[in-house]
């Protein structure tokens, strides 16, 4: 069952409860920031992932120092599960078994653009801190990319079990109608478990013992 609002991994980065203006003074200066570069993260950040929440300045500094106050392997952790997440991607672009759109293969071509880039927002050459607009803008988007990543590591995890022959297109196929047949069974499933028995409408006392 998928998250309303997925992220590349189990535990979230708590931007969505950094508000503009809140603690801005007490965090400026975390990182050294541009106003224009900012503002060109969030339009990018939005090409990918129009409902993505906005990126200012202030959030971005808040969310710097609250990944300078945790313990240096959480920290890393932070970072390194996010930047893991996007191989997945990469490795989607690069299968010819799987038949991203044009559009998808658009979106991830952008992240991953921006991901390989060292002159970004927050030079990567800053300890601990270098690559947090790279995990950030993988943590906004990653809705974009959600599904198709799912699928792709589902199919992925069928390949591998079954070695299913044929054409890339073919082998596609016989993972479709795998998961076609798996939800009708489960739906066949339910439907037994709803039914009764014996008709639940008999007559009380149709067998009496003298």
């Known amino acids: 069952m998928r998250m309303f609002h997925p992220t590349p991994t189990a535990q979230p980065l708590p931007f969505d409860h950094m508000y503009s203006g809140m603690g801005a003074r007490e965090n400026a200066g975390a990182i050294p920031l541009s106003d224009a570069a900012?503002?060109?993260f969030?339009?990018?950040l939005h090409e990918i992932h129009a409902d993505a929440p906005r990126v200012n300045a202030?959030?971005?500094q808040q969310l710097a120092a609250w990944l300078l106050k945790l313990p240096t392997e959480?920290?890393?952790e932070v970072i390194e599960s996010r930047l893991q997440s996007v191989q997945e991607l990469r490795a989607l672009l690069e299968d010819e078994d799987w038949d991203a759109d044009e559009?998808?293969?658009a979106r991830i071509g952008k992240l991953l653009a921006y991901i390989d880039r060292e002159d970004d927002l927050i030079a990567d050459r800053i300890p601990?801190?270098?690559q947090l607009d790279d995990v950030l803008l993988i943590e906004l988007a990653w809705p974009a990319f959600a599904e198709e990543a799912e699928d792709y590591r589902d199919f992925t995890a069928y390949r591998y079990a079954h070695h299913p022959a044929g054409r890339a297109d073919e082998r596609r196929a016989a993972w479709v109608r795998e998961r076609l047949d798996e939800v009708a069974l489960w739906q066949h499933a339910m439907w037994v478990r709803e039914q009764h028995y014996a008709p639940w409408n008999l007559p009380r006392g149709l067998f009496r013992v003298s």
């Open 74 to 76: 959480q920290a890393r």
């Open 128 to 130: 601990v801190l270098g």
């Open 42 to 44: 969030d339009q990018l």
């Open 38 to 40: 900012v503002v060109q």
């Open 103 to 105: 559009a998808a293969h």
């Open 58 to 60: 202030d959030r971005l």
